[in-house]
């Protein structure tokens, strides 16, 4: 019987690891132009890296077993812990600013569905150490600019912005207590995709009576500028002590940030986004398809607690995630992923009194960069070799043992009788 593939991976025959490098080098670019560097650490990791992020319950998520030495590990899940440990541990050391990307692949185990797999690959971009908004700015700028580079518009997507810092302090003023803040930051983060049903129960399981805290959570939700979120604030909690005020002018300050970059057609400021994990520290933001399935394409935010977490330094930081498998789904069905076609620069035809010669050429133009094709068997017919060359730009044509060939541009239909030895010119 066949051996088959695990449920929830992926093969890539050629021309899906073009397609795939397609978006990689994208991406790459892209972070490159920001100035960005490029890192990468272990797949393997020990498993309490994880937990101590997100709780003994990741566990039951993640690939996870204990290895010969006893050591409780995991494949990993995501980069950000790993990237928050490697930091910490030389954040004296490293030199600023501290703008660094990584394209890796991930493991979860979870039920397989379309947009989510159990390997999957991630960009994830950071930038540490810069407490202000203007390193937010720069991490969703560049999450647009990759997105844009790919040929979609802000027609195709929008950035959802919002800010947990906002929230805890409405539920502060709403005398949510300290320590249901989380609770119902997580009923908030899923009620877009439960029913109204659901979330009410749940807020009620809370035993929040007399706050109208769902009445205040649904008007929240619906802002859409600073203003009417000011003009909010100061009606249902009647005075905004400093933070607040400093908090709204953060808001309009990396909102003007965006709009100077000329992306303001790409932002909604959208409360309905909370993002579900708990490290999240301020200013958080996820990218949707605009219109049709409005898929989750990317998001991220602030996070400056994490790498205090493990036990390093407090280090300020602020990040974004682009998993390949749903952008690779958009950019299919928008048809904006180039046709796989191997093309080779140059195709050899040779007979056997000038294989030697072809084959000494081929060597050195691969040597200069070129990419040389010819027919691997010892067969030289022209009727197959002139077959295979179809997909070349030029072909090199060597006979009767001969320095001099004729050389075919296949795009222009046009023959150069030349030396061989003038042929990396003529490419």
């Not at 439960?194 to 009620?204: D, I």
């Not at 009417?228 to 953060?250: I, N, P, S």
């Not at 994490?306 to 950019?331: H, M, P, Q, R, W």
């Not at 084959?359 to 010819?374: K, P, T, V």
Request: some cysteine.
């Amino acid at each position: 019987m066949p051996i088959e593939i695990l449920p929830g991976f992926r093969e890539f025959y050629p021309e899906n690891c073009f397609e795939r490098n397609f978006i990689f080098e994208k991406m790459r670019q892209i972070c490159r132009s920001f100035c960005f560097s490029e890192y990468d650490s272990p797949i393997l990791e020990p498993l309490e890296l994880f937990t101590e992020k997100s709780g003994e319950e990741i566990a039951s998520q993640l690939f996870n077993f204990v290895d010969r030495g006893g050591r409780a590990v995991a494949l990993r899940p995501e980069m950000t812990p790993a990237v928050a440990r490697m930091i910490g541990s030389k954040i004296h050391a490293l030199k600023r600013p501290l703008k660094w990307f990584s394209i890796e692949e991930n493991f979860r185990y979870e039920r397989p569905q379309k947009g989510r797999l159990r390997s999957f690959y991630q960009l994830n971009v950071d930038i540490f150490d810069e407490k202000g908004i203007h390193a937010d700015a720069e991490v969703i700028a560049l999450a647009v600019t990759i997105f844009r580079s790919f040929g979609l518009t802000a027609d195709d997507f929008h950035v959802r912005l919002s800010d947990r810092n906002l929230w805890t302090f409405l539920l502060r003023g709403l005398a949510v207590p300290e320590f249901l803040t989380a609770n119902v930051l997580s009923i908030i983060d899923k009620m877009e995709r439960e029913s109204s049903e659901e979330s009410v129960k749940k807020l009620n399981a809370l035993n929040l009576e007399g706050t109208r805290l769902l009445e205040n959570i649904e008007i929240f939700q619906a802002i859409c500028t600073v203003d009417d979120l000011e003009k909010f604030l100061r009606t249902t909690l009647k005075d905004l002590d400093d933070e607040m005020v400093l908090r709204l002018d953060q808001l309009r300050l990396l909102l003007a940030r965006l709009e100077h970059f000329g992306l303001a057609s790409f932002i909604t400021l959208d409360f309905g986004i909370v993002r579900g994990l708990a490290y999240y520290t301020g200013f958080v933001f996820e990218i949707f398809e605009r219109f049709g399935k409005s898929r989750a394409l990317a998001g991220g935010g602030r996070y400056d607690d994490l790498v205090e977490k493990f036990g390093y330094s407090k280090t300020a930081a602020v990040g974004l995630a682009i998993g390949d498998v749903t952008l690779g789904n958009v950019l299919a069905e928008r048809h904006l992923i180039p046709t796989f076609d191997p093309i080779a620069d140059l195709f050899m035809i040779f007979d056997s009194q000038t294989e030697a010669l072809a084959m000494g050429d081929a060597y050195n133009l691969r040597e200069r960069g070129f990419a040389i094709n010819y027919v691997l068997k010892n067969d030289f017919s022209l009727d197959k070799q002139f077959k295979q060359a179809a997909k070349a730009r030029w072909i090199a044509y060597y006979t009767n043992g001969q320095e001099d060939i004729i050389l075919r541009n296949v795009v222009q239909r046009k023959d150069y009788p030349i030396h061989r030895s003038e042929i990396a010119s003529y490419l």
